[in-house]
C-alpha cells in the first residue's frame, strides 16, 4: 500500500538492484521512472495501445492519433526493444532504430517453434538491423513523421529512413534496402 510515487520508488530499487549484481538492467514497459535505471526497454508500447481502448471511455476521445513521444524523447539514452521477422516488423525495428527481440518455444504453442526457418531469419533480421543499421540504436531521433501507410525517422547524423508499409518499401538516406528473403511472411 502507499502512493504511486512510493510504487516507482520500488521499481527503480528493483532495477538499481539488478543493475548492481548483473552490470545493467531492462524493463519490459517503458513507464517514466524506469527510464532513469533501466538500460534497455522492451515495448513503449504501439499499435496495441490504441487496440485496447474502449470508445466508450472518454479518454479515448482524446486519442486520434499515435505519436512516438517515448521514441523521440529517450532514443539514444535506452535501448528499444522490438519484435518480430517478417518484413514490415524489421522495417519498422530499422526506422526505429530497435534492437531485435524475439520470443521462441522447443515445442509447439503460444511461442513459434525455433527451426531452421526461423534461425535463418534470426539471421536476417540481426544482419540488417545490427550489423547494417545497429549505429541507429545509440542515437538521438531528431524527427518523425507519417501519413498513416509510410514512417520517415531521422537520426542526429542526419540519417534519414523511410518504411512504406504499403509497399513493403525501406530506404535509408535514399537508398533501397531490399528484402532479405529468410525473412518469414507477412
Not at 12 to 26: P, S
Not at 162 to 168: H, L, M, N, V
Amino acid at each position: 500500500r502507499g502512493p504511486r510515487s512510493g510504487h516507482a520508488a520500488g521499481i527503480c530499487r528493483i532495477l538499481e538492484t539488478a543493475r548492481k549484481v548483473f552490470g545493467a538492467c531492462g524493463t519490459e514497459n517503458g513507464f517514466l521512472y524506469c527510464a532513469v535505471p533501466a538500460d534497455c526497454i522492451v515495448s513503449f508500447g504501439w499499435g496495441w495501445d490504441f487496440r485496447r481502448m474502449h470508445p466508450e471511455w472518454p479518454v479515448s476521445a482524446f486519442c486520434d492519433r499515435q505519436l512516438p513521444i517515448w521514441q523521440l524523447a529517450l532514443h539514444g539514452l535506452v535501448v528499444i526493444e522490438g519484435d518480430g521477422l517478417n518484413w514490415p516488423a524489421v522495417m519498422h525495428k530499422v526506422a526505429f532504430g530497435l534492437h531485435p527481440r524475439t520470443e521462441w518455444s522447443a515445442h509447439p504453442g503460444i511461442h513459434p517453434v525455433l527451426d531452421d526457418a526461423m534461425i535463418a531469419a534470426l539471421k536476417a533480421d540481426y544482419d540488417l538491423v545490427l550489423k547494417r543499421f545497429g549505429s541507429l540504436q545509440k542515437l538521438r531521433m531528431t524527427d518523425w513523421r507519417t501519413d498513416g501507410k509510410t514512417v520517415a525517422t531521422r537520426y542526429e547524423d542526419g540519417t534519414e529512413v523511410i518504411a512504406d508499409y504499403g509497399r513493403e518499401r525501406l530506404t535509408v538516406n535514399g537508398g533501397n534496402v531490399p528484402r532479405p528473403a529468410a525473412l518469414l511472411p507477412t
